[in-house]
């Protein structure tokens, strides 16, 4: 698994459990839209087509690979 999904599903187990976390903007988004919790994005991203934009093809690439193929490590977590 690339560290890109690992990190991914790291934010998103962090979010579910505590509603926060110190990850990078981009990797908050990600988790974000894993989680379908547009309240998980950051403040300065309250618009949800803003906050896709921002991440770039390969990093939504892996949002909806985590989505097909990984959910059940986070929603095990």
Known sequence: ?????????????????TGSTAASTGERIAAAFVLNRLDYLPDMYSDAVEAWDRLDTEWQAYVRLIKREYMHLIEGS
């Open 1 to 17: 698994m690339q560290w890109e999904i690992e990190k991914i599903i790291d934010v998103a187990i962090a979010l579910n459990k």
